[in-house]
Antibody, heavy 123, light 111 residues
Framework: EVQLLESGGDLVQPGGSLRLSCAASGFTLSNYAMSWVRQAPGKGLQWVSG????????FSADSVRGRFTISRDNSKNILYLQMNSLRADDTAVYYC????????????????WGQGTMVTVSS | QPVLTQSSSASASLGSSVKLTCTLS???????IAWHQQQPGKAPRYLMK???????NKGSGVPDRFSGSSSGADRYLTISNLQSEDEADYYC?????????FGGGTKLTVL
């Protein structure tokens, strides 16, 4: 069964850091681009960052560029999101998502979603 | 970057049909979009992709009651024979220039 399982969400103070992980199973991670998508409480979905199958190409939304870094370890089948300089408006459920086809990010939709992990930024 | 516009809410009766709309910004009117369903308290679920031609491709396990269509810059999701479990938020999504874009979502209430 194709599955994504996020972990690492926590309560963190403004200005702090956190690393999220997404463990993939049931498919060859390196064959697909992956992304992180977040959802603030009571709000809609917002794409955060995407990465190519090889990890050579990454893209991020303006709101997180320079603060968040997406990476992957294909040998371990894990996707990461390193979040630095966290702000209150980063509070959200963070989902990892697999692109339907292709290894280059932002060339297709998402066909598999994880269950999400909650990040709360508050003092 | 494309902009996707959705009505914030919709409602329809159990057993009836409903058609949700996602409108692309005019310069992006030929783009493919996808529909995702998010039931209360759950993660999103991929439903289908809809092309400008009206052709659509559904994800695995999506019931036949769900279909897609298109007209100009509008992309539609039609749900027939509404069931209580169809009460959810529905998001359209597209991709371009190294980013992915979501519409604001439509909250569907099944009466």
């Amino acid at each position: 069964e194709v599955q994504l399982l996020e972990s690492g969400g926590d309560l963190v103070q403004p200005g702090g850091s956190l690393r999220l992980s997404c463990a993939a199973s049931g498919f060859t991670l390196s064959n697909y681009a992956m992304s992180w998508v977040r959802q603030a409480p009571g709000k809609g979905l917002q794409w955060v960052s995407g990465i190519s199958g090889s990890g050579d190409n990454t893209f991020s939304a303006d709101s997180v560029r320079g603060r968040f870094t997406i990476s992957r370890d294909n040998s371990k089948n894990i996707l990461y999101l390193q979040m630095n300089s966290l702000r209150a408006d980063d509070t959200a459920v963070y989902y990892c998502a697999k692109e339907l086809s292709g290894s280059y990010p932002a060339t297709d939709t998402f066909d598999i979603w994880g269950q999400g992990t909650m990040v709360t930024v508050s003092s | 970057q494309p902009v996707l516009t959705q009505s914030s809410s919709a409602s329809a009766s159990l057993g009836s049909s409903v058609k949700l709309t996602c409108t692309l910004s005019s310069v992006h009117s030929t783009y493919i979009i996808a529909w995702h369903q998010q039931q209360p308290g759950k993660a999103p679920r991929y439903l289908m992709k809809v092309e400008s031609s009206g052709r659509y491709n559904k994800g695995s396990g999506v019931p036949d009651r769900f279909s897609g269509s298109s007209s100009g810059a509008d992309r539609y999701l039609t749900i027939s024979n509404l069931q209580s479990e169809d009460e959810a938020d529905y998001y359209c999504e597209t991709w371009d220039s190294n980013s992915q874009v979501f519409g604001g979502g439509t909250k569907l209430t099944v009466l």
